[in-house]
């Protein structure tokens, strides 16, 4: 299979590690166009799981906002998937090197996010980690579409039709309060994920935050966040409406994609708005919350290489499954 691959395939570059993958820029013989191919390791049980559920997702999915599955080799301990590249990289590192950021920059990233839910929940997909460095630019242009991406904790439902879910799992500043409560969830809990998105896209900051994991955990159990300080002050009312309507306790009340897609921020794409750029402040904070990098499977179709720098921020944190949070608490 390696030999078949490199026949079809010049490989270029090493472009992300994960906890059970690697991904390898290459680019195709005949054509030229670049690609990545994700390679997981299916030795251990973990792997192969993450395997299952990215494969179980991708080859149902065709979607212009989510990563597309081109092919797929499969060998003994490895499975090889060749899927579309996104070389404009990460959403927040974008974000700290472009020009002026406005609500209406926020919402229309928002948009194609939320068009891409819409599409996966509607096939009762739910992603479960929903994350900035899950939300990749297709090309380092200013128009570029964002691509949703790694799918190694989705969850597609099972045979008998149940759509709940169980597993404890995802990133700990994005979990969704039921999540941590251990009861049995549905895909609102990328609803919620979606709310810390919408507010760390807009200031920098989440909305929950702590050092430490159980602490954290605490406060998104309380679900109080607030509107203090910059760049609070110059954000719309429709906005934190917009914010509001996601991150809440009750899971059944959080808005649906669809229900994002019709929120009036959204369909007036921000026109009542400030037009002041955020992009300073959000910069700002960012950078007072970088930390030491970490390797994350969530940069998988990234074109960049992993490096620290300083744009890698604590959210930057690799998701959890079951045996990894200590919920004591």
Known sequence: ILFFLINRYDIKALIGTGNFSKVIRVEQKISKKPFA???????????????????????????????????????????????ELATGGELFDRLMTQGPFTEQDAVRILQMVADGIRYLHALRI??????????LYYHPGKESKILITDFGLAHAGNRNGDWTM???CGTPHYIAP??????????????????????????GLMPFDDENQTRLYRKILKGKYNYIGEPWPNISHLAKDFID???????????SA?????????????????MKNLQKVISHNLMRKSSP??????????????????????????NLRVEDSPLSA
Not at 129 to 135: A, I, M, V
Not at 178 to 203: C, H, N, Q
Not at 258 to 274: C, N, R
């Open 293 to 318: 990098c970490t390797q994350s499977p969530g940069s998988a179709q990234s074109s960049k290489p992993h490096s620290c720098h300083k744009s890698r921020h604590q959210w930057n944190k690799r």
């Open 37 to 83: 191919i994700k390679v997981m390791e299916t030795r251990v049980r973990e792997g192969r799981e993450a395997c299952a559920s990215e494969l179980t997702v991708l080859r149902r999915v065709s979607h212009q906002y989510i990563v597309q599955l081109m092919e797929i080799f499969e060998a003994q301990d490895r499975v090889y998937m060749v899927m």
């Open 178 to 203: 039921e999540i941590l409560l251990r009861k049995p969830y549905t895909s609102a809990v990328d609803m919620w994920a979606f709310g810390v998105i919408t507010y760390v896209l807009l200031t």
């Open 245 to 255: 309507k996601l991150l809440i306790l009750e899971a059944s009340h959080r808005m």
């Open 126 to 135: 739910t992603h479960r980690d929903l994350k900035p460095q899950n939300l």
């Open 166 to 168: 169980r597993t404890l």
């Open 258 to 274: 669809g229900q994002v897609l019709d929120h009036p921020w959204v369909i007036t794409k921000a026109a009542g708005s400030s």
